[in-house]
């Protein structure tokens, strides 16, 4: 079973501090990992996926396969990156995506 | 990139009505399509996958025959809730999966349906 977890509910930073919004996943074969964001009154649109291995909005995420996990990281938070923000795991190609819980981040300006 | 678009955006149905959603890729063709329901301050849960010319795949505890979804050609599925109940209030997404001017495929999500069954 895929299975994706985020213990935080809530994040909030302040402007310029370091963000880190904590994914782990639960998958019995090699998964695809994403990170999606949704801003206020706008629709669920993807952030990164692991394979890309690029940097969106100054935002990256390691896939870590001993510690099953898929931090979302930026060194230095802004306030237009106050969002919705949600892990999702899938087996690959047009199978279905598995999401986590969502955490809301939320920058103090 | 590429439109994922629902209709209607909201509607309010008395119990006991059908009321149909509709999702449509705008700009290119997807060969799968999901169906999500949303809670207030919840994640989304899937309902079910549909394929092209295919009947769609149901999630565990999704109920066939109350959520009826038709995926008639490569850029149109709908979702029809029958005989709706007040605890079928939810906010519905579609999202489309497909490649998009040859760039990798990518799920591409509709704005979402407010449904409200009083």
């Known amino acids: 079973a895929q299975r994706v977890t985020q213990p935080e509910k809530l994040l909030s930073v302040f402007k310029g501090a370091p963000v880190e919004l904590k994914c782990n996943y639960s998958?019995?074969?090699?998964?695809?990992l994403f990170w999606y964001v949704q801003y206020s009154r706008q629709r669920l649109q993807l952030l990164l996926r692991?394979?890309s291995r690029e940097s969106i909005k100054g935002f990256t995420a390691d896939l870590n396969k001993g510690e099953t996990s898929f931090h979302l990281k930026k060194p230095f938070a802004q306030e237009e990156d106050s969002a919705m923000y949600y892990c999702a795991l899938s087996a690959g190609g047009y199978q279905k995506v598995t999401f986590g819980t969502g955490t809301k981040l939320q920058v103090i300006p | 990139g590429a439109v994922v678009s629902q209709h209607p955006s909201w509607v309010i149905c008395k119990s006991g009505t059908s009321v149909k959603i509709e999702c449509r890729s705008l700009?290119?063709?997807?060969?799968?399509m999901f169906w999500y329901r949303q809670f207030p301050k919840q994640s989304l849960m899937l309902m079910a996958t549909?394929?092209?010319?295919?009947?769609?795949?149901?999630e565990q505890g999704v109920e066939k025959d109350k959520f009826l979804i038709n995926h008639a050609s490569l850029t149109l599925s709908t979702l029809t809730v029958t005989s709706a109940h007040p605890e079928d209030s939810s906010f519905y997404i579609c999202?489309?999966?497909?490649?998009?001017?040859?760039?990798?495929?990518?799920?591409?999500f509709g704005p979402g349906t407010r449904l409200t069954v009083t």
């Open positions: 998958y019995s074969g090699s998964p695809e």
């Open positions: 549909s394929n092209e010319g295919s009947k769609a795949t149901y």
């Open positions: 999202s489309a999966t497909g490649s998009f001017r040859g760039t990798a495929y990518e799920q591409y």
């Open positions: 692991h394979i």
């Open positions: 700009d290119f063709q997807a060969t799968t």
